[in-house]
C-alpha cells in the first residue's frame, strides 16, 4: 500500500520506494567552532546530524561556542563547509548540566 503510485528500483535484488528527499527551508545547527565565513567544526554527538541538516537546508544559521578568525581552524577538521552555512554568530552562557552532574557524581 505504501508504495503504490511511487516509482519501485531494485538495488541488489531487493525493491526499494523511491522518494523525495527533504528539504528544510532553515537548518539550526550548533557547532564547538566556527569562523567568520562559517566554516564549522562539531564535537561529540553534533557530529551526527548538524553536517547533514546545514546541507540539506536553504539557509543555515549556525550558533557557535567559540568564533575564531578565517585561517585559525585546521581545514582537515572542518566538517561544513562555508558555502552552506548563511549566518553564524557565538552563542552566550552555554550550561552543561551532563559534565557537572558526572563531576558531582565523581566528587562523592
Not at 38 to 50: H, P, Q
Not at 66 to 85: A, F, R, S
Not at 89 to 96: A, N, P, Y
Amino acid at each position: 500500500m505504501i508504495g503504490e503510485g511511487k516509482e519501485v528500483r531494485e538495488f541488489n535484488g531487493r525493491p526499494h520506494n523511491m522518494e523525495r528527499a527533504l528539504r528544510a527551508d532553515f537548518a539550526f545547527v550548533k557547532a564547538w567552532k566556527g569562523d567568520k565565513w562559517g566554516n564549522l567544526v562539531y564535537r561529540k554527538t553534533a557530529r551526527n546530524f548538524n553536517p547533514m541538516m546545514a546541507t540539506a537546508a536553504k539557509v543555515t544559521i549556525a550558533e557557535v561556542e567559540e568564533l575564531v578568525e578565517v585561517g585559525e581552524l585546521d581545514p582537515d577538521k572542518v566538517m561544513t563547509p562555508n558555502v552552506y552555512v548563511k549566518r553564524i554568530f557565538q552563542g552566550e552562557m552555554f550550561e552543561k548540566r551532563i559534565e557537572k552532574e558526572r563531576c558531582a557524581r565523581y566528587e562523592r
